[in-house]
């Protein structure tokens, strides 16, 4: 484990590829390394999934965004039409606080670079948290481990 959840509005599928986002976050968790120089990260264990709420309620509904007028309408031709993402990337601990310092930045600037495009033609708020604690229980099954040890 670690696994990188994001829990967006649908309505961020008109205006950009969340696959494309998935991979990117992937690939920067795999491409982070410790003090040491150590991978932060085991490769079998890295997952990144995107769900999208197909309902939900952000802010106020839109109507600052319409009354401020200061964007370009999105996709669905609302120029209040509020999109969020919420990226929680849970691991276990012992990690530093540096490490994990450098691993938050690092994933807030792929997912920054990602939708910055969609910044300029819609309101969106992006938030990122990093969960770690002693698991209750924390059973695996599986044979993609195995794929990566050398």
Do not use: W
Request: hydrophobic content about 40%; aromatic content about 8%; glycine content about 12%.
């Amino acid at each position: 484990m670690p696994h990188l959840v994001i829990l967006y509005t649908a309505n961020l599928d008109r205006d950009t590829d969340m696959t494309a986002l998935c991979r990117g976050l992937a690939d920067t968790m795999l491409a982070q390394q410790d003090e040491d120089g150590k991978p932060v990260f085991p490769p079998g264990g890295t997952r990144v999934l995107a769900y999208p709420a197909p309902h939900y309620a952000v802010a106020d509904g839109g109507a600052a965004g319409r009354a401020a007028g200061t964007h370009t309408q999105g996709a669905s031709g609302d120029a209040g039409d509020y999109a969020f993402a919420y990226l929680n990337l849970r691991m276990g601990r012992g990690r530093s606080d540096a490490t994990k310092k450098r691993v938050g930045d690092a994933l807030l600037a792929r997912a920054k670079a990602h939708f910055d495009p969609i910044f300029g033609r819609r309101h969106l708020g992006v938030t990122l948290q990093i969960d770690e604690g002693a698991e209750v229980f924390d059973a695996k099954h599986s044979n993609l481990h195995p794929l990566f040890k050398k």
